[in-house]
């Protein structure tokens, strides 16, 4: 009995279930294919990642005995989609069984399932067991992830202590809201150069995506699971124990602060989550960083990312069509070239484009809230997430942007939409200093336009905001405003809006 096993672009870990039972007669199939490099105009960093790694995964699994077949983007013989390569693969090599681990993408999923005879495995590298997100959310009229959060804590025994939560309390996020005073500069991260292998991606990405955005400068991202947990090690003694403090704040020309940048290979399978957890309370247990820090940490992974992969497949295909603030516009030009006259989002984009990176209040709180204020549809503001984060996977960007940032699922990932005036970015942020538009103004022509954009937002979406006792604030602080000022923000919001219709120029 031989077996064809696929291995996807972001299944490179050593557990993989498509692997389970590999023996001598099988083979192991992994392929470059324009269908996955083309969906979205991904970053060309991105996708110098993904194919790097595959190339380093599959010389590893060579150089152990293994029978690998795999498909380089420029095969003549390549058929540039995954379901193509697994039938001629089929067809040439006549294997007894196919066999495959669930893509974490609906999509991928849907055009494997049209594959007659390949079998699906579960996916078991999620720190959530399979059925277990579905089993806690069912009969509950709303999901919160703080409740999901002391369920995994409790699964899995991390940061606990005698069935109570380590230092008495399951959440220290108001002590993590910190602005990065001026004399702290985080330590810059450890990288990667690039070996031949992938220098030869580089090269092949460079000639056959100049047309997608992002640059491929100075790429240095880690490509093996080796040196992921390089990089993991050196966040572990250099960044967490700051993590927390400052994990909100951000500052002009400092793109990664005290972050771990483990999205990248965790979400290629190059890190496992469980063991990133674990080596964080360790060096809680060990004195070396504060239970903030390592708290604040062990939640993004154990809670917010299990509980929005589990938001995902419990509401796709459905989630990916919800509009529910009924959001038109078209992305202005600027989120693809950085060139705007507002410091904190040129900052946000111009990162993004430079490293595939910006961390989570940037996403969140910048280009996020951007994109919430002026009703920016979340169709375009999804593909642009998905296409220029090096860590971005549909299962993993669309609840976040769609749900947590655009608001557009209506309440299911987060109870209000996270929007917010210029006041708390530069409390936030040393953006303001130094931007052409002045954030104590709302009005004026030079007023920064996130404050306008703002209570126009409140006023457009007053009667729904009205019946949330989340939003209820605002929207009674509108009330009140002078009618003059109402319409003078108003006047101000609507010469924005039409400058963003207008691809964004001039603003
Ligand atoms: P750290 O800040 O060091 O956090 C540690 C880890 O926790 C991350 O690596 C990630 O694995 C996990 N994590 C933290 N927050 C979240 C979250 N909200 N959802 C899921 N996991 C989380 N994350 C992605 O991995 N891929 C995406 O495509 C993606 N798109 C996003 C889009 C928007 C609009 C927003 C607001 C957030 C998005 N996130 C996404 C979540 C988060 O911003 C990134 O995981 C994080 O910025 C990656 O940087 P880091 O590895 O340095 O994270
Ligand atoms: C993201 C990506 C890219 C750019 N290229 C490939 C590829 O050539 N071959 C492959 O198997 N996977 C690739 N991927 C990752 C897939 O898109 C990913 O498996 C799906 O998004 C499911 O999560
Ligand atoms: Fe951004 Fe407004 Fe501050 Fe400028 S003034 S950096 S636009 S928040």
Not at 293 to 304: D, H, N, S, T
Request: charged content about 20%; aromatic content about 10%.
């Amino acid at each position: 009995m031989s077996a064809l096993r696929l291995v996807l672009g972001d299944q490179l870990s050593r557990n993989i279930a498509a692997l389970e039972g590999l023996a001598p007669g099988d083979t192991v199939l992994l392929a470059e294919v324009l269908g996955e490099c083309g969906y979205v105009p991904h970053h060309k960093r991105k996708i110098a990642l993904v194919l790097a790694a595959m190339r380093h995964f599959a010389a590893a699994l060579a150089a152990r005995g293994v029978a690998v077949r795999y498909v380089r983007l420029d095969d003549p013989e390549n058929t540039q989609s995954l379901a193509g390569e697994i039938l001629r693969a089929s067809s040439e090599l006549a294997p007894d069984r196919l066999i495959a681990t669930m893509p974490g993408e609906y999509r991928v999923a849907a055009a494997l399932r049209g594959v007659a005879g390949l079998e699906l495995r579960e996916d078991t590298r999620f720190l959530a067991p399979p059925g277990y997100f579905a089993g806690w959310a069912a009969g509950k009229q709303v999901l919160r992830m703080e409740f999901f959060y002391r369920e995994m804590r409790r699964l899995h025994g991390v940061l606990m202590a005698g069935g109570q939560p380590v230092g008495g309390q399951w959440n220290f996020d108001a002590e993590n809201r910190r602005k990065l005073p001026a004399d702290i500069a985080p330590p810059a991260p450890r990288r990667f150069p690039p070996d031949s292998i992938t220098a030869e991606v580089l090269a092949l990405v460079a000639a056959r995506f100049a047309d997608h955005p992002g640059s491929l400068e100075g790429f240095d991202e880690p490509v093996t699971a080796r040196d992921a947990a390089s990089g993991f090690q050196d966040f572990l003694a250099h960044r967490l124990p700051m993590f927390g403090d400052y994990q909100d704040a951000m500052a002009a020309g400092t793109p990664f602060m005290f972050h771990s940048l483990v999205a990248a290979p965790l979400n290629l399978g190059l890190l496992d989550p469980l063991d990133l957890c674990r080596a964080a309370e360790a060096e809680f247990a060990a004195g070396r960083a504060p239970l903030n820090a390592v708290e604040g940490f062990i939640r993004q992974i154990l809670g917010w990312r299990e509980f929005i992969r589990g938001v995902y497949w419990r509401h796709m295909p459905d989630y990916a069509t919800r509009n529910a603030l009924a959001a038109t516009r078209a992305l202005p030009a600027f989120y693809w070239t950085g060139e705007t006259r507002m410091r904190c989002m040129a900052e946000a984009i111009s990162q993004t484009m430079r490293h595939g990176y910006a961390h989570h209040i940037q996403r969140l709180m910048i280009t996020g809230n951007f994109a919430l204020l002026a009703g920016l549809h979340p169709d375009a503001v999804d593909e642009w997430y998905l296409a220029v984060y090096i860590d971005a996977y549909e299962w993993v960007e669309m609840p976040n942007t769609r749900g947590m940032a655009l608001h557009a699922d209506g309440g299911i990932v987060g109870s209000k939409p996270y929007a917010a005036s210029g006041a708390y970015i530069n409390r936030m942020s040393n953006y303001c200093t130094g931007c052409a538009y002045d954030v104590a103004e709302s009005t004026s022509p030079n007023a920064c336009p996130f404050n306008a954009l703002y209570w126009d937002f409140i006023a457009r979406h007053e009667a729904r905001f009205a019946a949330n006792p989340r939003m209820a604030m605002p929207v009674r602080s509108w009330h009140k405003m002078d009618p003059v000022r109402q319409a003078a923000l108003r006047a101000r919001a609507a010469t924005i809006l039409d400058m963003i219709e207008n691809e964004g120029a001039g603003l």
